[in-house]
């Protein structure tokens, strides 16, 4: 199945997702500002790309689930950039994850990357 340009997998069929491509995408799709995130958007952005990957991949030869995990691995040059404690905090982190907003975010937005 072929995946997008920011999502490849590793010899060890892990899932590695590169930010420097993916962020960018998925930032500009919830119109968030590229340049200078914060932590609540950066983690919006690491939240939507595991969603994609998991509608991606399910009930294709590509799923390694039930039988083994699904591993997904963030990579990226530039680590600085996409590192949550260089930014604001916005919402935080915890708003995006614990509160559920990421998936929200997700739903608005899948169609866009």
């Known amino acids: 199945m072929p995946f997008p340009n920011w999502l490849s997998k590793d010899t060890h069929g892990a899932f590695v997702v590169d930010a420097d491509k993916a962020y960018p995408v998925i930032l500009s799709a919830m119109g968030a500002s590229v340049g200078n995130p914060d932590q609540y958007q950066l983690e919006c952005a690491y939240q939507c790309a ?13 799923d390694p689930r039930p039988a083994n995990p699904l591993v ?9 950039m996409w590192k949550h404690s260089s930014h604001a905090v916005g919402k935080g982190k915890t708003a995006a994850t614990e509160g559920g907003e990421a998936r929200q975010v997700y739903a608005n937005i899948k169609h866009l990357f």
């Open 50 to 62: 595991k969603l994609k990957i998991q509608d991606l991949i399910t009930g294709t030869a590509d």
């Open 72 to 80: 997904i691995v963030v990579d990226c040059t530039n680590k600085i």
